[in-house]
């Protein structure tokens, strides 16, 4: 019923940028908090950053400074700027977006399909 499409992923040098996006559709009544996570071969799938519906933004320590998350309600896209990018943060990121589909439902996590990231040294 809700469908999220990445989009941006792909090879960098390292301290090179990506921008990862993320857009919503289908039977969506609200979104609330969006986030990324990532997960590397042989690691637990981590929380990269989220942000709430008023733009209130969480980043994992390793990340801050270098990351922006960002939303666009109108468009119900979530990205992530991702700069000065090193070897470690090479993953698949994955987008979630907490939604409801109905007044009458409670919200629910929906996740996006996963887009790799590698940074070469």
């Known amino acids: 019923q809700v469908q999220l499409v990445e989009s941006g992923g792909g090879l960098v040098q390292a301290g090179g940028s990506l921008t990862l996006s993320c857009t919503a559709s289908?039977?969506?009544?609200?979104?609330?908090?969006m986030g990324w996570y990532r997960q590397a071969p042989g690691n637990q799938r981590e929380l990269v950053a989220d942000?709430?519906?008023?733009?209130?933004?969480n980043y994992e320590d390793s990340v801050k400074g270098r990351f922006t998350i960002s939303r666009d309600n109108a468009k119900n896209t979530v990205y992530l700027q991702m700069n000065s990018l090193k070897p470690e943060d090479t993953a698949v990121y994955y987008c979630?977006?907490?939604?409801?589909?109905?007044?009458?439902?409670?919200?629910?996590?929906?996740w996006g399909q996963g887009t790799q990231v590698t940074v070469s040294s």
């Open positions: 979630k977006v907490v939604v409801r589909t109905a007044s009458w439902n409670g919200p629910r996590d929906a």
């Open positions: 289908g039977r969506i009544f609200g979104i609330g908090v």
């Open positions: 942000i709430n519906s008023s733009g209130s933004a």
